[in-house]
């Protein structure tokens, strides 16, 4: 399985980004989707994830009622949706999946960088 992760950029603080992540290759095995990010000075810190379905997601609660994970299984993507972004949401964003809701994650995207202007 291959993850690309793309939609990162500039934005100022209260603005929007939307970050997608296409999956290719042995995509039948992927379970849960998420969102981890990382910034230089910290390790990789989980963001949001959801399910098979899309029907249960969770979020870490800097970012609960600001951004929105979706999936869209059809087209193999799945997606970040990023409103009210503030500065302290700079940061490397990797899409990863893996086999089973629980477990560790299995594979990793490549990273794309938000970065959020005060």
């Known amino acids: 399985v291959q993850l690309q992760a793309s939609g990162g950029g500039l934005v100022q603080a209260g603005g929007s980004l939307g970050l997608s992540c296409a999956a290719s290759g042995n995509i039948f095995s992927i379970k849960t989707m998420g969102w981890y990010r990382q910034t230089p000075r910290k390790e990789r810190d989980f963001v949001s994830s959801i399910s098979a379905s899309g029907g249960s997601t969770i979020y870490t609660d800097s970012v609960k009622g600001r951004f929105t994970i979706s999936r869209d299984n059809a087209q193999n993507t799945l997606y970040l949706q990023m409103n009210s972004l503030k500065f302290e949401d700079t940061a490397v964003y990797y899409c990863?999946?893996?086999?089973?809701?629980?477990?560790?994650?299995?594979?990793w995207g490549q990273g794309t960088q938000v970065t959020v202007s005060s």
């Open positions: 990863a999946a893996k086999w089973s809701p629980v477990g560790r994650w299995n594979y």
